[in-house]
């Protein structure tokens, strides 16, 4: 079956980094279409970004561009969200999903001072 295990997530201060993984496990990784997406307090889903695996192309939303980097490594049947400049509004439980279909448990980020 399809499993995606969300784990880096925890508390950093503002204008830190962290970096999130998603083991996937169940499907072909490496011709798949992987996002995080992500749920801040009170809020509803709110998509961050997209790669596709098989031509590694990579999107982002705007609010999120310029600091955070998707991407992959294959071999491992891993997903990666490197996040830069982190804002408290970044805060939100961070989803990993393959195929608009399958999602993870979450995994906590909390921006604060």
């Known amino acids: 079956e399809v499993q995606l295990v969300e784990s880096g997530g925890g508390l950093v201060q503002p204008g830190g980094s962290l970096r999130l993984s998603c083991a996937a496990s169940?499907?072909?990784?490496?011709?798949?279409?992987m996002s995080w997406v992500r749920q801040a307090p009170g809020k509803g889903l709110e998509w961050v970004s997209t790669?596709?695996?098989?031509?590694?192309?990579?999107y982002y939303a705007d609010s999120v561009k310029g600091r955070f980097t998707i991407s992959t490594n294959n071999a491992k049947n891993t997903l990666y969200l490197q996040m830069n400049r982190l804002k408290p509004e970044d805060t939100a439980v961070y989803y990993c999903?393959?195929?608009?279909?399958?999602w993870g448990q979450g995994t906590q980020v909390t921006v604060s001072s």
């Open positions: 999903n393959a195929f608009q279909n399958y």
């Open positions: 169940g499907f072909p990784f490496s011709s798949s279409a």
């Open positions: 790669i596709y695996t098989y031509i590694n192309n990579t």
